[in-house]
């Protein structure tokens, strides 16, 4: 088998059901396998792919293991050649993998592989490459500059080589990632791709970056929400350190400080986009579930055209295909105020995210 694609899920069922069909079309010329690990959803995820997806791999575990086990988890039962360790609430196009995998082919040295990621309007992640976070860049990023955390010096359509890809796209040989000890499962959530990234590069392979295969993902790089997640998120990036370098107090201290000053400011709300103007759907017919849904007439369009500024664009997957998706989104990359959304294949309700901070939003019909 070439390719085992291994997706983490907890608590994401709507955005899972949307992934796996662009999974399965995408691994449609492959032989390969789709292995879901849920983390003891509370919601209906499994339900969802035992009943829509019976032909895919689901493996329950009876609790939050993180997401470092819980991928370990995912490989082991892995038979692939290569792996992909791809998150729940992403979108692929019909031929990601297949380039990916193509390319993959060429390199002897090869670490892993991860492509350019988009956002839910559109817009590039650029976590999507980046530098190793040594301890000058890591205390820069954890007071706000960016700057050389980001890998800058490779456009972001480029292919090339970098240091750190991200865990929400990534592509390596099976047992390459068995031989690295696979994800550190000291790490909960957060950091684990930039510790196995690192471990890559400490044991002479090479990682690359794809910038001509787009990905979407919808929730992108999180900000500091509140402590809980700032624990995790400075806890992460002192674990690498200490493992991989001499501790330091100063990074010690900052990080302290990062956690303080985030309890102390409290949640940080996302700013809604105000109501939208106009509904347009890409598609060959328009329910009136959906209009009464949305309190508004749907325009109906089987192609992009020049529409209002607020408008929401509404894809129905039935008509158009994954890879158009994305390569719109990311053309247009919000600069005239248009947000998204995506009807599934067969499904009953509509998915998308105005930002890259936030959790999306599902609206059912």
Same mark, same amino acid.
């Given at each position: ?63 939050? #293991?993180?997401? $470092? +086990?819980? &991928? ?5 039962? %892995? =038979?692939?050649?290569? @792996? ?40 590039? #992640?650029?976590? $999507? +490459?980046? &530098? ?5 860049? %890591? =205390?820069?990023?954890? @007071? ?222």
């Amino acid at each position: 088998m070439k390719l085992s694609v291994v997706i983490l899920n907890y608590n994401v069922r709507f955005f899972l059901e949307l992934c796996l069909n662009s999974v399965i079309s995408a691994t449609s010329n492959i032989d390969a396998e789709i292995i879901v690990v849920d983390n003891n959803s509370v919601d209906d995820s499994c339900e969802m792919v035992k009943r829509l997806f019976p032909g895919i791999k689901l493996i329950e575990n009876k609790e939050n #293991l993180g997401f $470092s +086990k819980g &991928n370990n988890i995912g490989v082991s039962h %892995a =038979i692939g050649e290569y @792996i992909c360790i791809l998150n729940p609430d992403t979108l692929v196009a019909e031929d990601a993998f297949e380039i990916i995998l193509k390319f993959a082919d060429t390199k002897s040295d090869l670490g892993a592989v991860g492509c350019k990621l988009i956002d839910g309007v559109g817009v590039y #992640l650029p976590e $999507s +490459k980046r &530098n190793v976070p040594y301890l000058k860049v %890591a =205390i820069k990023k954890l @007071i706000g500059n960016s700057s050389k955390y980001y890998a800058n010096h490779l456009e972001k359509d480029a292919i090339g080589t970098i240091d750190i890809l991200v865990g929400a796209f990534m592509i390596m040989k099976s047992k390459t990632y068995r031989e690295i000890g696979g994800f550190d499962e000291d790490y909960f959530m957060y950091g684990e791709d930039i510790d196995l990234s690192y471990k890559l590069l400490k044991e002479g392979y090479k990682n690359y970056y794809y910038g001509q295969v787009q990905t979407l993902h919808f929730k992108g790089e999180s900000t500091l929400r509140d402590k809980t997640y700032a624990k995790r998120f400075y806890g992460a990036m002192q674990i690498f350190y200490n493992k991989h370098f001499t501790r330091n107090i100063l990074f010690d201290l900052v990080v302290w400080f990062g956690i303080k000053t985030v309890s102390l400011v409290g949640n940080k709300s996302v700013k809604k986009n105000s109501k939208k103007q106009e509904y347009v759907l890409i598609s060959d017919k328009v329910t009136k579930n959906l209009e009464n849904v949305l309190q508004k007439e749907v325009a109906l369009k089987d192609k992009i055209g020049d529409f209002n500024e607020a408008t929401e664009v509404i894809f129905d997957t039935n008509f158009i295909n994954y890879k158009d998706i994305i390569s719109v989104m990311n053309k247009k990359s919000n600069i005239r105020g248009w947000t998204y959304k995506i009807l599934p294949k067969n499904a009953n309700f509509i998915i998308g995210s105005d930002n890259s901070v936030g959790k999306g939003e599902v609206i059912n019909f």
